[in-house]
C-alpha cells in the first residue's frame, strides 16, 4: 500500500521499462522488433526451426516469468518482463 505521496510501484516498474524500452536500450539494440527479427534469424540458422519476432519474445518473456518464479522479489526480472511485454504488443501488429 502507498501513502498519497508515494509512487505506487506498478507505476515506478512501468516507467523503467519505458525509459528502457525507449531510451537506453533501444539506443544499444536499435528497434525492438527488428532486433528480435535478427534474434530470429539467427537462432533459425543456428538451429534449422522457424521462429518468428513474436516467438523470440514470448521466450524472453517466458524466461523473465521463470526468473521471478525462482527470485519474486528481483527488480530488473519485473521490469524486463514489462519492456518484453510492450515489445510482444508491438510484434502482434507487425507482419512477420
Do not use: W
Not at 55 to 81: C, E, F, G, Y
Amino acid at each position: 500500500m502507498t501513502t498519497d505521496t508515494e509512487t505506487p510501484l506498478r507505476i515506478e516498474l512501468l516507467s523503467e521499462a519505458i525509459r528502457l524500452t525507449g531510451g537506453d536500450r533501444n539506443e544499444l539494440y536499435g528497434d525492438p522488433y527488428e532486433n528480435h527479427a535478427h534474434i530470429a534469424r539467427v537462432f533459425n540458422a543456428i538451429s534449422g526451426k522457424e521462429l518468428s519476432a513474436h516467438d523470440i519474445v514470448m521466450v524472453q518473456v517466458a524466461t523473465k516469468l521463470a526468473r521471478l518464479a525462482r527470485n519474486p522479489t528481483h527488480n530488473d526480472s519485473h521490469i524486463d518482463a514489462a519492456a518484453y511485454l510492450g515489445i510482444l504488443r508491438e510484434c502482434a501488429r507487425l507482419p512477420e
